[in-house]
């Protein structure tokens, strides 16, 4: 079955530390990955994206994730965390034979001044 | 401004009643997305129209509906609500055309159900 898991509720880092939101998926074809981040009352928006090419994509806001097809993980991360980064974060996969996405259940990040 | 408009933004409602929600793709997407986001469950999908078509029905209760309209523009109707129901609801479009190069979905701000 098609899935995607974020094995971390809750994250907590240190603002200026870096940071990193845990990302893994089960698929039988080739992935298109996803981050989306969530601010509270808002909608999900848009972070990054991987769909070919080099396994390091950046994204908005200073974040980036990698694609490790060995590992079937897509971690999101960024160097230097910012207080105005904690929210929620949404890792999503879309397969290259349909359009519907697939949601993990959510990371909430909080950073701490 | 995500470009996809839900309205409206807040509703409250008695248990038992009815409600539509309203969704505006981003100009030009065909597809239109639902979901559920409440506090146990998560983000649930709940059904896919393109160009006026279902296209795919997720975890979408009996007492839910949906369609899409000629000008693009969706609905979600939710009848003899439950006080389970109360959750956020977004839609969210996609793909301006087919062999766009956009993959990614744009979600609107969501509409916040509160069922007493």
Redesign the interface.
């Known amino acids: 079955a098609q899935s995607v898991a974020q094995p971390e509720d809750q994250v907590n880092v240190a603002e200026g530390n870096p940071l990193t939101v845990k990302c893994t998926y089960s698929v039988s074809g080739n992935p298109y990955l996803f981050w989306y981040v969530q601010y509270p009352n808002r909608g999900l928006q848009f972070l990054l994206k991987y769909i070919t090419g080099d396994n390091l994509v950046k994204g908005s806001y200073g974040f980036e994730a990698e694609f490790n097809k060995s590992q079937t993980s897509f971690h999101l991360k960024k160097p230097s965390a910012l207080v105005s980064d904690s929210a929620l974060y949404f890792c999503a996969v879309r397969f290259n034979t349909g359009n519907q996405f697939y949601f993990g259940t959510g990371t909430s990040l909080t950073v701490i001044p | 401004d995500?470009g996809?408009t839900q309205t409206p933004k807040h509703l409250i409602t008695a248990t038992g009643q009815r409600v539509t929600l309203r969704c505006s793709p981003r100009s030009g997407d065909l597809?239109v997305?639902w979901?559920q986001q409440s506090l146990d469950q998560?983000?649930q999908?709940l059904i896919?129209y393109?160009n006026g078509e279902e296209?795919?029905k997720?975890n979408i209760l009996e007492r839910f509906s949906a369609q899409q309209f000629p000008d693009l523009h969706s609905e979600l109707n939710l009848s003899s609500l439950e006080l389970g129901d109360s959750a956020l609801y977004?839609c969210?479009s996609?793909?301006r055309s087919r062999g766009s190069t956009d993959?990614?979905?744009?979600?609107?701000?969501?509409t916040?159900l509160t069922v007493v």
């Open positions: 995500s996809v597809s997305y979901y998560g983000l999908f896919q393109y296209r795919a997720g977004f969210a996609s793909g993959y990614g979905y744009t979600f609107g701000s969501g916040r």
